[in-house]
């Protein structure tokens, strides 16, 4: 009786964690390897996708519960997130760019000490790490000047679905990054709003029982976690290889991304929704969102903080 409490203990905590990773894996600025750390399910996350491809069936039956939680948080992620959007565009991404203010510093700390440890016999002049930062930044305004006349409306055309398919490769591929999160950097290249209405939109053919629309959905929901599947098993590799090699060159590549970030945000929205410029409440509450993500990203700063030196004295207990 006893075991079987504990079995069923072990649902709940595997459908709650499921539940939080579900709820962060589409809010920006919060990485799902940060929160992965945090309950405690990081390396056990990182060692199901690799033996994935090796073992499916035993690592679909051993994550089940923690799938089944994470779709539930999800869900209810896409349904909140498309409703503000939709209703109060501006103010609602402004919050997104406070947590991308917010990510810069922090990244770019990530990126200097990267450096430091990579040149300890060298002369550390950030040249390289400079040249590589403004590569990322001319590529992030040339993605965002192009995205501005784009119609990211749901299609069957590859214009529309290999930037898509890459979107999940990202998002699936930084996440196991600590304090990197994958749907800020999809936010930044102009597609988050896009993916979220597109989830949103075959979610409402199944609810309304109406498939006029449902084939086109599906193909493009199918590519897209085609994509993160991908992006899980190759990118995933690709970007710990990096990491390992190049750490301060992947850091300062995603520090330009973020620094073009709140221009690229506001412009795309701007080109997207209707926004009532003549309101003055529009500004008021875009101001104090920017500042709700500013201490929303301040508070997620000090909590990875905490989680990295109670990392560090765990690591250190362990040696000795």
């Not at 950030?126 to 990211?152: D, F, P, Q, R, S």
């Not at 529309?160 to 490769?169: D, N, T, V």
């Amino acid at each position: 009786m006893k075991n079987k409490g504990k079995k069923i203990i072990d649902i709940f905590i595997d459908l709650f964690k499921g539940f939080l990773i579900g709820l962060d894996v589409t809010v920006p600025g919060f990485s799902i390897g940060t929160l992965a750390i945090i309950l405690n399910i990081y390396d056990r996350l990182i060692d199901d996708i690799s033996a994935l491809t090796k073992h499916p069936l035993k690592i679909i039956i051993k994550d089940l519960y923690l799938g089944l939680g994470f779709i539930i948080g999800f869900i209810l992620d896409i349904v909140l997130i498309s409703y503000f959007l939709t209703n109060f565009p501006l103010q609602t991404v402004c919050f997104f760019v406070g947590l991308v203010i917010i990510t810069i510093p922090k990244t770019l700390k990530m990126g200097i000490n990267a450096s430091k440890e990579d040149k300890k016999e060298k002369k550390n002049n950030y040249i390289k790490e400079i040249i590589v930062c403004i590569i990322a930044m001319g590529v992030m305004i040339t993605v965002t000047l192009l995205n501005a006349g784009t119609n990211h409306e749901p299609s069957f055309s590859p214009w529309f679905l290999l930037p898509l398919f890459g979107c999940g490769m990202i998002a699936s591929g930084t996440m196991i990054i600590p304090g990197i999160s994958g749907s800020l950097l999809v936010l930044a290249l102009g597609y988050y709003d896009s993916i979220i209405m597109l989830l949103k939109g075959f979610g409402k053919c199944i609810i309304d029982w109406n498939f006029t629309n449902f084939t086109l959905y599906l193909v493009n929901i199918v590519v897209f976690i085609f994509g993160a599947i991908v992006g899980v098993i190759l990118m995933s590799k690709l970007i710990k290889m990096l990491k390992e090699k190049f750490e301060s060159i992947v850091y300062f590549s995603i520090l330009g991304l973020l620094i073009v970030s709140p221009f690229a945000i506001i412009y795309l929205t701007a080109k997207t929704y209707v926004i009532d410029w003549n309101n003055i409440f529009v500004y008021i509450v875009s101001i104090i969102t920017i500042a709700l993500g500013i201490l929303f990203g301040i508070f997620v700063n000090k909590l990875e903080s905490n989680v990295e030196k109670e990392q560090v004295n765990h690591d250190e207990n362990k040696t000795e």
